[in-house]
């Protein structure tokens, strides 16, 4: 089954407004990251947030992550047009053997920007 | 710096058959990492190599190989196709810290269609 499950999972907004995204997961994290996809720039990596961490900032976006409820959001301010794509969450964590990490991604928001 | 490339961008095989996917990282990143990308199962994690070991894998059965050269570029190879294994198959390269914490750079994908 999945490790993080996006929500919404489909989002639709004005140009200017912001949009959140949710990511849930189920076991505990070494890191957690956001990527961006879309047909014309492929699978972009976006921020990444460390277990130990609750904020991080990087230009338009934030993204939170609270441990103690297995959760994360993506917040994009004053979105743009350009801003449309699928949003996914992937956690990084042990496997249940402890022998190696698996990187491990939800299915996504896809967020419309409309002009 | 030249991104990471992927050849070939298609193709298309018959049940049974084996195909070998190649990627060439960017220069100077030591691990490549490979997912497969489908509408039913989204984005999975296969495995992840580091100075031609691998270093972590996910789920996926033994049909599913790879490895890695002293230059760093990687082959993914899967025996005995099956229709199931139509998918985009990315593959990401890193400067070499631990799985999910170095900024993960991918490439354009290989659509490769079983029939």
């Known amino acids: 089954s999945q490790q993080g499950e996006e929500d919404p999972q489909a989002l639709s907004i004005q140009e200017g407004e912001n949009a959140t995204m949710n990511c849930s997961y189920k076991?505990?994290?070494?890191?957690l990251q956001w990527y961006r996809q879309n047909s014309g720039r492929g699978l972009v990596h976006l921020i990444l947030?460390?277990?130990?961490?609750r904020e991080k900032h990087s230009g338009r976006l934030r993204v939170t992550l609270d441990t103690s409820k297995k959760s994360s959001s993506l917040l994009i301010t004053a979105s743009r047009a350009a801003d449309t794509a699928s949003y996914f969450c992937?956690?990084?964590?042990?496997?249940?053997?402890?022998?190696?990490?698996?990187?491990?991604f939800g299915k996504g928001t896809l967020l419309t920007v409309n002009p | 710096k030249a991104g990471v490339t992927q050849t070939p961008r298609y193709l298309i095989k018959t049940r049974g058959q084996q195909v070998t996917l190649s990627c060439s990282p960017i220069?100077?990143?030591?691990?490549v990492s490979w997912y497969q990308q489908t509408p039913g199962q989204g984005l999975q994690f296969l495995f992840e190599y580091f100075s031609e070991t691998q270093r972590n894998k996910g789920n996926f059965p033994g049909r599913f190989s790879g490895r890695q050269f002293s230059n760093s570029r990687s082959e993914m190879n899967v025996s005995t196709l099956e229709l199931g294994d139509s998918a985009l198959y990315l593959c990401a390269s890193s400067l070499g810290g631990g799985l999910g914490t170095d900024t993960q750079y991918f490439g354009p994908g290989t659509r490769l269609t079983v029939l």
């Open positions: 992937a956690t990084v964590h042990l496997n249940s053997g402890g022998s190696n990490y698996k990187l491990t």
């Open positions: 076991t505990s994290i070494n890191n």
């Open positions: 947030i460390r277990s130990n961490e």
């Open positions: 220069s100077g990143h030591r691990s």
